[in-house]
């Protein structure tokens, strides 16, 4: 059974910075990717970031480009978000996700996502 968890939310002002982690186990897939995407009160749930394990590719939303930065240290099984200059709009409940098997992940659809987190929340205050 695979299971994600995330920690490292909470409540910042704006311009400031967390750190998002995913401690991620029993997901075996040797080709896999992981994403990030959260979720805002009365929004849809939208892609945020991913990776690939294989050549680190990364992929962003417009919408973090710049500011986000999604990286995964495999020796702990952690998958991680920097999340630098902060905006009142990326106020979320942030989820780390997997694929199912043989999925991509670049372009961040939420149905290739089989496995998720229970979230952690992001406040960004003006």
């Known amino acids: 059974q695979v299971q994600l968890v995330e920690s490292g939310g909470g409540s910042v002002q704006a311009g400031g910075s967390l750190r998002l982690s995913c401690a991620v186990s029993?997901?075996?897939?040797?080709?896999?990717?992981m994403g990030w995407f959260r979720q805002a009160p009365g929004k849809e749930r939208e892609g945020v970031a991913a990776i690939y394990t294989f050549g680190s590719s990364t992929y962003y939303a417009d919408s973090v480009k710049g500011r986000f930065t999604i990286s995964q240290d495999n020796a702990k099984n952690t998958l991680y978000l920097q999340m630098n200059s902060l905006k009142p709009e990326d106020t979320a409940m942030y989820y780390c996700?997997?694929?199912?098997?043989?999925?991509?992940?670049?372009?961040?659809?939420?149905?290739?996502?089989?496995?998720w987190g229970q979230g952690t929340q992001v406040t960004v205050s003006s």
């Open positions: 029993q997901y075996t897939d040797s080709s896999y990717c």
């Open positions: 996700a997997a694929p199912a098997p043989g999925s991509s992940c670049y372009d961040l659809k939420e149905h290739k996502f089989r496995y």
